[in-house]
């Protein structure tokens, strides 16, 4: 057990939808990451947040949005969404704001769009 | 740009010795680890070594770095059932993020 959580485990929605997965890092962790693995492309970096604020940008559709809570949880909101959204969705947690440190992984939230 | 290229499945029994390979498009990183997705499960980092450093062994775990190649290779000694997983080696750039290739699917038959 990482430490992290996401909720839910799986999602089922159809096209065109909006979802929120949720994520709450490791105690005292205040970066949090989100991925997103399918099988075509592997494990994709999505965004970060540290203690707040958003700090790194990677392969975030302009459909996808995040933020970080003043708790430290994080959510990922998807809208639109379409069939290749369906994928695991990781969130992970960190101490630091920088990509050094380990970064421990949540069991995924499996999304399934139809 | 910024890539990591790993071969998608390994296959060996169980006993031998496993190596995957990972190849860099740049050599920039401080820090190349390995983490270890088992079935179902998120990522656990497994080991890491620095950038400065040509092998670490940790266990049954020898990593290898060539820099000059952009190659990093992670051997299992004495391959377990319980070793089946997907390994990813991430590099960090920036500082500010990792990226992850697609992995290798390493399958231990008994």
């Known amino acids: 057990d990482s430490g992290v959580t996401q909720t839910p485990k799986h999602l089922i929605t159809a096209t065109g939808q909006r979802v929120t997965l949720r994520c709450s890092p490791r105690s005292g962790d205040l970066s949090v990451y989100w991925y997103q693995q399918s099988l075509d492309q592997g494990l994709q970096f999505l965004i970060q947040y540290y203690n707040g604020e958003e700090r790194a940008k990677g392969n975030i559709l302009e459909r996808f949005s995040a933020q970080q809570f003043p708790d430290l949880h994080s959510e990922l909101n998807l809208s639109s969404l379409e069939l290749g959204d369906s994928a695991l969705y990781f969130c992970?947690?960190?101490?630091?704001?920088?990509?050094?440190?380990?970064?421990?992984f949540g069991p995924g939230t499996r999304l399934t769009v139809t | 740009g910024e890539d990591v290229e790993q071969s998608l499945f390994l296959s060996v029994r169980e006993g031998d010795s496993s190596v995957i390979n990972c190849t860099y498009t740049d050599s920039s990183s401080t820090y190349l680890y390995w983490y270890k997705q088992e079935p179902g499960a998120g990522l656990q980092l497994l080991t890491y070594i620095f950038s400065n450093m040509d092998m670490k062994q940790d266990q049954r775990l020898t990593v290898l770095l060539n820099k000059k190649d952009k190659h990093l290779s992670l051997r299992i000694a004495d391959t377990q059932t319980g070793d089946s997983a997907i390994y990813f080696c991430p590099w960090n750039t920036g500082f500010q993020k990792l990226v992850f290739g697609t992995g290798t699917r390493l399958l231990v038959s008994p």
């Open positions: 992970a947690s960190s101490v630091g704001d920088s990509a050094i440190y380990e970064q421990y």
